[in-house]
């Protein structure tokens, strides 16, 4: 059956829309406003001051944020006219086909009831003249003269770069008119008083011309999203600056690159290319210069000169392929050049090449039994995930013609790969398996058919086509993403088709998160964004059934197959991924920027660090001068490092600073990505074991207190509810006496004088209320009322989104003080398989995922037998106190040790899911049996979610203790309270 896409609010797409709105300078109610066909009046509007930066990584989901921040402004504020601006129409499909979803609509009616999204596309052709008429099209008119008295719709003007700078929007010849008079599209639209949002704002840097066809509508406010943002160059000579040009010279909400990779917002990347024989290797080919009718090679002193139409060939028979110079700086088969460009003839060649393709299917059937088999267990319930894979081409015709190169070395070696595959499975018996089979089989014969349905074509030569057969591929690739992702049809047939052929049309615009595997047949040169090229494949991917995958619960890579000319590709975007991380580390001298982001990770858990005890400690260290210059050498324990080394070492929480070296490997093998159990350690906890893989069901005890009556009591309180006022930034200039360069510095406060921000619409707030605290809307909705009526006087500004935090806060802390001591835990007669134990085989697993005991990598870990896990390297998630905890030579009645894997117990909380301590200790005592240590690790200041956590596993091990089960159970917020109790438990002491 065909499956659904599931939307789902991520922690980091509330964060963005939270910062947005709080940065959103408020609605002008000073000045009489009557044009009903306009948006509301902003405050300093038509200034930077009012204009919004958005900055969020390919691949972690602007198109939701900004499509949802439509919803929000015209729910919140009345603002109902938005025009996105995009670059290309192929971001323009892409950005239709999102908005437009059924999924998409489904998604945001849950939050604003009643309220319709009209998007109007602006396309080419829409202007031609018909009958000797020169009429706008229907969707601009539309746009423009819809009025804000149809309170439930949000126009939406969908328009890429080029058809907004074209004759057809400023002239004023037309024979019909916008708003009753106006005869021009452009002062059509600045008659609406448009909020502008544009998507990949780098492409509009303010001197160009899209940028002034932006301006020349006059827009209120615009709004940025994108990765990158385009550079301005300030001051002349030796005080010359380049930085990036932000409105308010700073985003208003930064997801980089750094956060994405290291957060697991989107897939790690594995990068291979097939290595070539040193003397092909070697020989390479400079482009010495380059014009639009001459190329310029040179080798060593060789020269030689290509001009228009020439081929490559004649210069070194390496080149293979007819590849000829085609002028204005580009091959035939469409690579740029640039002077400095090195060229390999050996990767030219049809058998280079071959081996591309076929590493490409190799990668494709690794990922995709593992993404189709999950577990492969006897009862195995987890979907299954699509695997497709996206090449990247030169020459069309060598995939289009029936006898093409390509098509037909992609379909030999394919149908090769299919029949080992389906000799291999039809000796397997798994129920899974057996359905794995079906699927290679109907693969093969699909491909043997005259109407092959598993690999298509995508290419900007392709619209307008009138092969029906070539259109049908085109829509499926751009239009039906839900086909693409699911297995099966309507009818119950399977979807074979899951490689996708490309230039690089489908380079941005288009996505599909299932995309596991990239290979390119062809170079794109060296200054093209190399986060840009994995793009395509960064999405995290969802399974048959629309849901989601995260890391944590599935972690999912991207191979980047490549050329060997382009073997530095690794090193390069790892500089790019760590040019874009908040704080730059200086190897030269400790500065400000370290400095702050040392100390505010260390009062996450110690909050009595300080900036001066940080110092006094590298001061001891002998790290740093009395300048905070790093020492080029220091020695400890016989190993002699730099001063900026050693840092990294004692504070590693300055590497998230920088992309974790696991997120993107380089020709590594996968076994990397996996972690070895040392089985004879996990042997020693098999008999508590037995204990925490049985099934247990929550038990509550009957209150007096209901429901009603809590929520009564917490929402009867004045003081939650609070009327908030905009904010706003002062920024001023400052020097840095450092590096001598100008810095900003800025504040944030109330606007003085300014009058208090609306207030949610009533039904919108207890929706929100409802969903944050999982209350009924019958249990809220009656005393919300009372006090809004009876007590704050009607006035709704008291329906903020700070009094929305505050009785969510409330009201969580006292439910959770309610049940925490008013259930305990039933166990049930079965058992069920976790991440490190198969229930079925009654045995725990060879080896997991790596990114289920930790984020983080140490790589030079001493080992300890000891230990759960092979080391190194040493995974961990937390630098304090989890490291070092790992790292400490344990006295030896500890005979066991060791993190545990997420999902490792799954211990149910009252509040739903479950949770799984953060370590666990073996402890040998001399006159009694063993004691099993759990331990549960928090910061100082808890959030709410941690003490729930707490509550459960403390209720969790004391039930296990009442059946005489030699478990203990403690909580940790520092690693010598650890130490602590494991001596005091050695030593007979109950904890």
């Not at 604003?112 to 009429?135: H, P, Q, W």
């Not at 049809?489 to 996708?500: A, K, M, P, S, V």
């Not at 048959?544 to 382009?566: A, C, K, M, T």
Request: aromatic fraction near 10%; charged fraction near 25%.
């Amino acid at each position: 059956m065909m499956m659904n896409i599931l939307l789902e609010e991520l922690p980091h797409q509330e964060q963005a829309l939270a910062a947005i709105l709080a940065s959103f300078t408020g609605i002008d109610h000073a000045q009489a406003d009557h044009n009903h066909y306009a948006n509301p009046l902003i405050k300093e509007r038509y200034d930077d001051k009012a204009n919004i930066d958005v900055k969020m990584e390919t691949g972690t989901g602007k198109t939701y944020v900004y499509t949802r921040l439509m919803y929000e402004l015209h729910q919140n504020y009345g603002l109902f006219k938005f025009v996105l601006v995009v670059p290309t129409p192929a971001i323009k499909e892409g950005a239709r086909n999102f908005i437009t979803s059924d999924y998409a609509r489904q998604h945001f009616s849950q939050f604003y009831e009643n309220t319709r999204m009209e998007l109007c596309t602006i396309n080419a052709g829409d202007f031609k003249v018909k009958s000797g008429r020169k009429n706008f099209p229907a969707q601009l008119l539309s746009f423009t003269d819809a009025s804000r008295r149809d309170s439930h719709t949000i126009q939406v003007l969908l328009i890429n770069a080029q058809m907004l700078n074209s004759a057809s929007m400023t002239r004023d010849d037309y024979d019909q008119t916008l708003l009753g008079g106006l005869t021009s599209p452009v002062k059509g639209l600045q008659m609406t008083r448009p909020v502008v949002i544009i998507d990949e704002p780098h492409r509009f840097a303010r001197d160009n011309k899209f940028y002034r066809a932006i301006q020349a509508i006059q827009p209120q406010m615009i709004v940025r999203f994108g990765a990158t943002f385009p550079d301005i160059v300030e001051g002349k000579g030796k005080n010359k600056c380049v930085r990036k040009d932000y409105y308010r010279r700073q985003p208003q909400f930064d997801l980089n690159a750094v956060d994405s990779f290291n957060d697991g917002l989107v897939k790690g990347i594995d990068i291979y290319y097939p290595n070539l024989p040193e003397e092909q290797a070697n020989n390479r080919y400079i482009v010495d210069s380059v014009t639009a009718k001459k190329l310029i090679l040179r080798r060593g002193s060789k020269i030689a000169e290509v001009g228009v139409g020439e081929n490559l060939a004649d210069v070194d028979a390496g080149f293979e392929g007819s590849i000829e110079y085609a002028g204005s700086k580009m091959l035939s088969n469409d690579l740029e050049l640039e002077a400095g460009m090195a060229l390999v003839p050996g990767t030219f060649g049809a058998s280079y090449q071959e081996l591309i393709i076929q590493e490409a299917i190799d990668k494709h059937f690794d990922t995709e039994q593992a993404n189709f088999l999950r577990s492969n267990e006897p009862e195995n319930n987890a979907p299954r995930i699509k695997t497709l894979s996206l090449f990247f081409i030169d020459s069309i015709k060598s995939y289009r013609d029936d006898e093409g190169w390509l098509k037909v070395t992609f379909e030999r070696l394919l149908k090769k790969k299919l029949t080992q595959l389906i000799d291999d499975y039809q000796r397997k018996t798994l129920p899974r398996e057996a359905e794995y089979l079906s699927f290679l089989q109907a693969t093969l014969a699909s491909l043997h058919s005259d109407n092959q349905n598993v690999h298509a074509g995508y290419f900007g030569e392709d619209r307008g086509s009138g092969d029906e057969a070539i259109q049908a591929e085109v829509d499926d690739i751009l239009k039906n993403k839900e086909k693409l992702l699911s297995f099966s049809d309507h009818h119950g047939n399977w979807e074979t088709r899951r490689f996708l052929f490309s230039k690089w049309t489908l380079r941005e615009g288009w996505d599909n998160p299932n995309v596991f595997v990239i290979a390119k047949l062809r170079s794109s040169g060296s200054e093209s964004s190399k986060i840009q090229e994995v793009g395509r494949g960064l999405r995290l991917p969802v399974d048959e059934n629309g849901h989601r995958v995260h890391q944590e619960e599935w972690p999912s890579r991207l191979s980047f197959l490549i050329g060997y000319d382009e073997k530095a590709f690794a090193s390069m975007l790892v500089d790019e991924i760590n040019r874009d991380s908040k704080v730059q580390l200086n190897e030269q001298k400790l500065d400000e920027a370290m400095i702050t982001l040392i100390v505010t990770e260390r009062q996450k858990v110690d909050p009595a660090f300080t900036e001066l005890r940080l110092l006094e400690d590298l001061d001891d260290k002998k790290l740093i001068n009395r300048s905070n210059e790093f020492k080029p050498s220091v020695t400890f324990n016989g190993e002699t490092k730099s001063g900026f080394a050693w840092l990294l070492e004692f504070y590693p929480e300055l590497t998230q600073a920088r992309v974790r070296a696991d997120r993107i490997r380089d020709n590594k093998p996968a076994s990397r990505l996996r972690v070895r159990l040392r089985k004879e350690n996990w042997e020693q906890l098999s008999s508590i074991w037995e204990q925490f893989s049985r099934r247990y069901m929550l038990q509550f005890e009957r209150s007096g207190a209901s429901l009603e009556q809590i929520a009564a009591e917490v929402l009867r309180d004045p003081a939650l509810y609070i009327r908030q006022k905009p904010s706003q930034v002062q920024q001023r200039l400052v020097s840095n006496e450092d590096n001598g360069r100008f810095e900003v510095a800025q504040r944030e406060g109330e606007l003085a004088a300014s009058e208090f921000m609306a207030g949610m619409k009533y039904g919108h707030f207890l929706k929100q209320l409802a969903l944050r605290t999982s209350l009924p809307v019958n249990v809220l909705h009656p005393v919300l009322m009372a006090m809004l009526r009876d007590v704050l006087h009607g006035d709704s500004r008291y329906l903020s989104e700070i009094s929305l935090d505050n009785m969510t806060r409330a009201l969580q802390t006292r439910i959770n003080a309610h049940f925490a001591q008013r259930h305990d835990y039933l166990p049930l007669d079965f058992q069920a398989s976790t991440s490190v134990f198969d229930s079925t085989a009654r045995q725990f697993r060879e080896e997991i995922s790596a990114e289920i005991v930790g984020k983080n990598v140490d790589e030079n870990a001493i080992d300890d037998p000891r230990s759960l896990y092979q080391i190194p390297p040493l995974r961990y998630d937390s630098v304090d106190p989890e490291l070092p905890l790992l790292k400490y030579d344990y006295p030896q009645q500890v005979s066991v040790f060791g993190k545990l894997p997420k999902r490792a117990i799954q211990i149910p909380k009252y509040t739903g899911g479950s949770t799984t301590p953060d370590f666990v200790y073996r402890i040998e005592r001399q006159d009694a049996d063993s004691v099993y240590l759990l331990v549960e690790t928090k910061a100082e200041n808890m959030r709410v979610g941690d003490q729930v956590i707490l509550d459960a596993q403390r209720k969790f091990f004391d039930m296990l203790r009442r059946q005489n089960i030699n478990v203990e159970f403690a909580e940790a917020t520092s690693a010598p309270a650890v130490f602590s109790t494991i001596n005091g438990l050695i030593e007979g002491k109950a904890n």
